[in-house]
């Protein structure tokens, strides 16, 4: 940490030492767009951090990033980036490869490997360097209402996919052509793509080939990932899109879907609903019982710009919001933190008590994998959506995905 103070080398005097001189305050310039969740969290962390680093001050700014970092981008061409700004998704990557990011090898983050889980670590990591350190590591599971299961007659969450099938048709209600409650809720767009990656991922199938020059959806388990999909679509028992995020957290949480696939956000939305944990979290289920889940996890992590007039400083900020005492403040908000034994931490340990679904969660977190960390994630996102979306309107699913691969061929290989 950085010291207080900087104490002179020898005496001036006689029998005397000098008084100690007050280092320079350095402020950094932080840029965040986070939920009003992750933002309470923030401002907690950044508190710890100024608290035992007084000398370095953060000079928080909310902005809006868009869906491609254009505020980041504008402020290249502008020479006028921050010191520090969150990244997700496969901007990391672009960034590092534009020559705009620091390496933060060279200020001892690599320190932090051990104690923060696998999935997050790797999403920083660029041919060789580490260009963010993670402060976000949330992982999809299943959430479910506990009295839905309980009138259903089910007396455990899903283990496998062929039980999640069949509790949604046992948990789904009908009144003539009328759904009173839908067996599973799954969100649109995003949510939609990170259902099927997380399907694909327990198939034991991935996104791209080796060389990332095409996508690998269309072997065995991508194909198997997608049949399920296109079943559960015909099943009539998924709610699917329509709706916010919020909303159908909502519908969990009131009973009107029995079971949706979320990350930690439910228990934020239990909270706000006033709602007396009526809803528990499970790890996905697998394809063969005796496997080992597998919850996709979407990853956040602070970059240092190589702009940045105060790099140092900028890195020991980054490593201290990944750190499980400032991590444990992102569970105070009911998030999942990235460090490993952040479930040790005193903030956290008390947060547990009154809410120990969230630890379920984080405990999820040992078998999350994440997107590949690439740069051309973003643009097979934009092929696997259109797919997935078409796969849920009852599309063949074979067809559809070897339809995708043809048209990914031609985008990766620029």
């Known amino acids: 940490m950085t010291p207080r103070t900087l104490l002179m080398a020898g005496a001036i005097s006689i029998g005397t030492v000098a008084p100690a001189l007050a280092q320079d305050t350095v402020t950094l310039q932080f840029w965040e767009g986070h939920s009003v969740q992750e933002e309470a969290a923030t401002i907690e ?6 608290d035992s680093h007084p000398n370095i001050k953060i000079n928080r700014t909310k902005v809006s990033f868009g869906t491609n970092f254009e505020k980041i981008t504008t402020a290249v061409a502008s020479n006028t980036l921050p ?5 997700w998704g496969g901007f990391l990557t672009q960034f590092a490869a534009s020559g705009q990011l620091l390496d933060l090898r060279q200020y ?18 660029w041919q060789g360097g580490v260009y963010g350190v993670p402060y976000a590591f949330d992982a999809r599971f299943i959430a479910y209402n506990k009295q839905a299961f309980e009138e259903a007659g089910i007396a455990q969450p899903p283990q496998t996919y062929d039980e999640l099938y069949a509790d949604a048709e046992k948990l789904t209600k009908k009144n003539g052509n009328t759904v009173e409650q ?30 990332e020059t095409q996508l690998a959806i269309d072997s065995d388990a991508g194909i198997k990932a997608a049949e399920y999909l296109s079943k ?31 990350g930690p956000w439910i228990f934020y939305a239990e909270q706000q609903a006033n709602a007396d944990h009526p809803v ?17 996890g979407s990853v956040g ?19 201290f919001m990944g750190s499980p005492e400032a991590q444990q403040y992102r569970v105070k908000l009911l998030k999942t933190g990235v460090a490993t034994n952040v479930s040790e931490q005193p903030v956290a340990i008390e947060t547990y008590k009154e809410w120990p679904e969230l630890k379920t969660a984080q405990e999820a977190l040992n078998g999350s994998q994440i997107f590949p960390t690439s740069a051309k994630w973003p643009r097979a996102f934009q092929i696997i959506l259109p797919a997935a979306e078409a796969i849920m309107e009852g599309d063949d699913p074979q067809s559809t995905v070897e339809s995708a691969v043809r048209q990914a061929s031609r985008q990766l290989r620029r």
Do not use: C
């Open 45 to 50: 962390m950044i508190k710890a951090f100024e």
């Open 83 to 87: 010191d520090v700004s969150p990244i």
């Open 108 to 125: 001892g983050v690599e320190d932090m490997q051990e104690g923060i889980y696998p999935g997050a670590w790797s999403f920083g990591e």
């Open 182 to 211: 839908y067996g599973l809720g799954i969100g649109g767009a995003d949510a939609l793509v990170n259902f099927y990656v997380n399907l694909l991922y327990s198939f034991g199938g991935k996104i791209f080939n080796d060389d």
């Open 232 to 262: 559960l679509a015909e099943s009539g028992y998924v709610s699917y899109g329509g709706s916010t995020g919020d909303d159908l957290r909502n519908s969990v949480i009131t009973g009107r879907v029995a079971m949706i696939h979320d």
């Open 280 to 296: 528990a979290v499970a790890p996905m289920p697998v394809v063969k019982q005796g496997e080992k889940s597998v919850n996709f």
């Open 301 to 319: 992590a602070y970059v240092v710009y190589k702009s940045s007039q105060h790099p140092k400083e900028a890195a020991e900020f980054v490593k």
